[in-house]
């Protein structure tokens, strides 16, 4: 699998977009750039994923730079409830629950 | 709806010790994976179970097994615990054996609030 590198952490102000970047060098042409977040005390939960085309839905966006080597994650309009660590992967679909999480980046989201 | 369900929530061993964690996956789902989550540090893949077989498996010692029930339902057990396993243990249920194919959100993982764990 690629390794992925995030910022170890983030502020972002209420009502404003968090942009959470994630770079991805080494993805191979069928892996997938995978979302997670991890709220505190609670079991990480899944946002998005995608291998080239941006995606969206009602949580985020996801934007793939058009050389993959890089991603973005886009919460449109922050909310406090937001605040939690987000993890970046790369993964072959279909190969199962391995998933290397890393260390993400925690995000505080400011009144 | 259910969710992923794990019990217990905290229990305090000592070193040498004995524990099963257990974990109820959501109702249809076939596919249970266990994670570990040391303190500042992003979950760990142990195993994985689909149809009651072993599907995958981390870099973990022997020390620690795992299975399936016919109900899909799993336990996670560690043997001759060290002060290391202190960790927050996370159990995933998904629908199907792979990850992410089909529709966006299928066959993602849906976790549990975990099972914290402290060996003394």
Not at chain 2, 25 to 44: A, E, F, R, T
């Amino acid at each position: 699998d690629a390794k992925t590198t995030q910022p170890t952490s983030m502020d972002c102000a209420e009502g404003r977009a968090a942009n959470l970047p994630c770079n991805h060098s080494t993805i191979s042409g069928n892996e997938y750039v995978y979302w997670y977040r991890q709220i505190h005390s609670q079991g990480p939960q899944y946002i998005i994923h995608g291998l080239k085309n941006n995606e969206t839905n009602e949580m985020a966006s996801l934007i793939i730079t058009e050389d993959r080597k890089s991603s973005t994650l886009i919460l449109p309009h922050a909310t406090l409830r937001d605040t939690a660590v987000y993890y970046c992967i790369v993964r072959v679909v279909n190969s199962g629950y391995a998933l290397n999480f890393g260390k993400g980046t925690s995000l505080l989201v400011t009144p | 709806d259910a969710g992923v369900t794990q019990s217990p929530t905290h229990l305090i061993k000592t070193r040498g010790q004995q524990v099963t964690l257990r974990c109820s996956p959501i109702s249809g789902h076939k596919s249970v994976s266990w994670y570990q989550q040391v303190l500042g540090q992003g979950p760990q893949f142990i195993f994985q179970y689909y149809e009651k077989e072993e599907r995958g498996r981390g870099n973990f010692p022997d020390r620690f097994s795992a299975r399936q029930f016919p109900n899909y339902s799993s336990e996670l057990n560690v043997n001759a615990l060290l002060l290391g396993d202190s960790a927050l243990y996370l159990c995933a249920s998904s629908l199907s054996r792979d990850s992410h194919w089909g529709a966006p959100g299928a066959n993602v993982l849906t976790f549990g609030a975990g099972s914290r764990l402290t060996v003394l």
